[in-house]
């Protein structure tokens, strides 16, 4: 308000009764939010379903689909299952999917995902033989095929071998993209894993396929109900020593822009909800497009303060991944995509 405008509004032969210490507001940002209509003319951001990436659980040698207690709506898919889940899927308007192996083949180093046979191979053939048009993200770890639980084999010291993983990662990489995968996602934290990765995909032909790295991946006990749905808890120890310390947010930007260098295609944030600040930060820090996980403990909690009658379900999903998009994020992994989608095509941003 300029000085002349406070002046009139506060002077005695103005029309009004009030005094100079409460000028009337000329700048009413209320004007802007008396209707719905309004509201979503003046929205600054907002959702659509090509947003989205549903994390999706596979298990071998089982022959039907096992709900997943921690989380209601998600489930454990058969190999049987799958394909019809993701062609479903697809039909409500999902454009990507990201797979993750729940093995019965493990062994020190995760040599099953290694193979053009294994689980990590077939579920994403599976899925893009029965979808081609969804995009299938290969999500590149060893957790879900280690006896340990680890992210990499273990040197004698009990720790992950860095440069052991990142050449089983290039290896974990091609074997992704020979069964079809459109795009692979690093998700152990291994210095040098994008550089690494991108060697492997351009020596064998496949320098055409993205790679989203999950370049800042905190230490999150966030990921408590993912570990039971892809059955990869720790034998001992924790993953400390790679993934980053939830008390660091300069240090985020120097994993981002090291990942960056090294030729990722997008960086992800993980988890959600906690490190918006982290994504915030990140986005004044580079053009490459960000994606930000909503973790199982934040699917949960929202789930079980719906159940208890706390939240409304479907609103605190709405804010939770509209604050996604409001802090910089272009793509939002979430257990919650199929609810979204469902709320996006029903009209709820055209109607809050
Ligand atoms: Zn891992």
Same mark, same amino acid.
């Given at each position: 308000m300029t000085q002349t405008q406070i002046k009139k509004l506060g002077s005695p032969s103005s029309s009004f009764q009030h005094n100079m210490d409460a000028p009337l507001p000329i700048i009413r940002k209320r004007r802007l939010r008396q209707n719905a209509g309004f509201r979503s003319m003046v929205r600054e951001n907002t959702l659509s379903?090509?947003d989205?990436?549903?994390?999706?659980? $596979?298990?071998?040698?089982? +022959?039907?689909?096992?709900?997943?207690?921690?989380?209601?709506?998600?489930?454990?898919?058969?190999?049987?299952?799958?394909?019809?889940? $993701? =062609? !479903?899927?697809?039909?409500?308007? #999902?454009?990507? @999917?990201?797979?993750?192996? $729940?093995?019965? &083949?493990?062994?020190?180093?995760?040599?099953?995902?290694?193979?053009?046979?294994? #689980?990590?191979?077939?579920?994403?053939?599976?899925? =893009?033989?029965?979808?081609?048009?969804?995009? $299938?993200?290969? !999500? #590149?770890?060893?957790?879900?095929?280690?006896?340990?639980?680890?992210?990499?084999?273990?040197? =004698?010291?009990?720790?992950?071998?860095?440069?052991?993983?990142?050449? &089983? #990662?290039?290896?974990?990489?091609?074997?992704?993209?020979?069964?079809?995968?459109?795009?692979?996602?690093?998700?152990?934290?291994?210095?040098?894993?994008?550089?690494? @990765?991108?060697?492997?995909? !351009?020596?064998?032909?496949?320098?055409?396929?993205?790679?989203?790295?999950?370049?800042?991946?905190?230490?999150?006990?966030?990921?408590?109900?993912?570990?039971?749905?892809?059955?990869?808890?720790?034998?001992?120890? &924790?993953?400390?020593?790679?993934?980053?310390?939830?008390?660091?947010a300069?240090?985020?930007?120097?994993?981002?822009?090291?990942?960056?260098?090294?030729?990722?295609?997008?960086?992800?944030?993980?988890?959600g909800m906690p490190y918006l600040d982290i994504l915030a930060n990140i986005r004044q820090e580079?053009n490459?497009?960000l994606?930000i996980?909503?973790? +199982?403990?934040?699917?949960?909690?929202? =789930?079980?303060a719906?159940?208890?009658?706390l939240l409304d379900?479907t609103d605190a999903m709405m804010e939770s991944l509209l604050a996604f998009k409001r802090a910089g994020a272009d793509? @939002?992994?979430?257990?919650?995509?199929? !609810?979204a989608?469902?709320q996006i095509?029903d009209g709820y941003l055209e109607n809050v």
């Open positions: 379903a090509s989205f990436i549903l994390p999706m659980f $596979v298990e071998e040698n089982v +022959s039907e689909r096992a709900a997943i207690s921690s989380l209601p709506g998600v489930y454990r898919e058969s190999e049987q299952s799958l394909g019809n889940i $993701v =062609k !479903d899927a697809a039909a409500t308007g #999902l454009k990507s @999917i990201m797979l993750f192996g $729940v093995s019965h &083949n493990k062994d020190e180093s995760g040599a099953d995902s290694l193979h053009s046979k294994g #689980l990590f191979a077939r579920m994403i053939d599976r899925a =893009k033989q029965a979808s081609p048009e969804t995009l $299938v993200v290969a !999500d #590149l770890c060893f957790c879900e095929y280690t006896d340990h639980g680890h992210c990499g084999p273990l040197t =004698k010291h009990g720790d992950v071998d860095n440069d052991a993983t990142l050449e &089983n #990662l290039m290896r974990q990489a091609v074997v992704a993209a020979e069964a079809g995968a459109d795009m692979v996602a690093p998700s152990g934290m291994m210095d040098g894993m994008v550089a690494a @990765i991108r060697e492997g995909l !351009d020596q064998s032909g496949f320098e055409h396929v993205p790679i989203m790295s999950y370049a800042t991946k905190f230490a999150s006990c966030f990921y408590g109900p993912f570990r039971d749905a892809a059955g990869c808890g720790l034998g001992k120890g &924790n993953r400390k020593t790679y993934q980053m310390d939830p008390a660091n300069r240090e985020a930007i120097e994993e981002a822009m090291q990942d960056e260098m090294e030729g990722a295609d997008i960086l992800m944030v993980k988890p580079t490459l497009p994606a996980y909503q973790v +199982s403990g934040e699917y949960a909690m929202i =789930k079980s719906a159940e208890k009658g379900e793509i @939002i992994l979430s257990y919650f995509s199929l !609810d989608i469902k095509k």
